[in-house]
């Protein structure tokens, strides 16, 4: 089993800064790592697949990298909507799992 | 527009049971595997099953294995979790969630969700 492991628990950052974080896994899952944003009280949204290709409708801002166990997911301008918890999740091996969220919240 | 409408949850005591559905619609169902996904209250995510959509091919976490059961109806454009021997710890919000092939050769990412139906186990 894979045990994703995300790095900061909680991100303060003032808007307009860049954020970073960080997802490693146990063992390599090559790039079938996805990122999702998930706001209070709404289901996730679909940021990144594929480690790093953008979701329909997500704004450039938003970019993913690595491959093998590190993962980043960069967020390079922050924008008051972009506050909110963010989970990678790999999709190698079964079973599926999930990081344990960042939440990035306002500095 | 692709929408995914979770129905089923409530409260229900330890060892009992409930199904959950999630009506689809906005895409060819059958076409697309579909996974549950929960998330306990100030929890984060945590993956419950897959199906294929065929309906055939189906997954489970451990945490569930031998007590939840998934399944697809493709003429009704619906999904269901029949969950059985409920604990405390299975207390969340469960989510349908779209995955973007029809088949679990390997795992998928989830695009779309539902926004969930509540359940609560406690006497």
């Known amino acids: 089993e894979i045990v994703m492991t995300q790095s900061p628990a909680t991100l303060s950052v003032s808007p307009g800064e860049r954020a970073t974080l960080s997802c490693r896994a146990s063992?390599?899952?090559?790039?079938?790592l996805a990122w999702y944003q998930q706001k209070p009280g709404q289901a996730p949204r679909l940021l990144i697949y594929?480690?790093?290709t953008r979701a329909t409708g997500i704004p450039a801002r938003f970019s993913g990298s690595g491959s093998g166990t590190e993962f980043t997911l960069t967020i390079s301008s922050l924008q008051s909507e972009d506050f909110a918890v963010y989970y990678c999740q790999q999709y190698n091996n079964w079973p599926l799992a999930f990081g344990g969220g960042t939440k990035v919240e306002i500095k | 527009e692709v929408q995914l409408l979770e129905s089923g949850g409530g409260l229900v005591q330890p060892g009992g049971s409930l199904r959950l559905s999630c009506a689809a619609s906005g895409f060819t169902f059958s076409s697309y595997a579909m996974s549950w996904v929960r998330q306990a209250p100030g929890k984060g995510l945590e993956w419950v099953s897959a199906v294929s959509g065929s309906g055939v091919s189906t997954y489970y976490a451990d945490s569930v294995k031998g007590r939840f059961t998934i399944s697809r109806d493709n003429s009704k454009n619906t999904l269901y979790l029949q969950m059985n021997s409920l604990r405390a710890e299975d207390t969340a919000v469960y989510y349908c969630?779209?995955?973007?092939?029809?088949?679990?050769?390997?795992?998928?990412?989830?695009?779309?969700w539902g926004q969930g139906t509540l359940v609560t186990v406690s006497s």
């Open positions: 594929g480690a790093s």
């Open positions: 969630a779209k995955d973007h092939t029809a088949t679990l050769v390997m795992g998928n990412w989830f695009d779309p």
């Open positions: 063992q390599s899952v090559s790039s079938n």
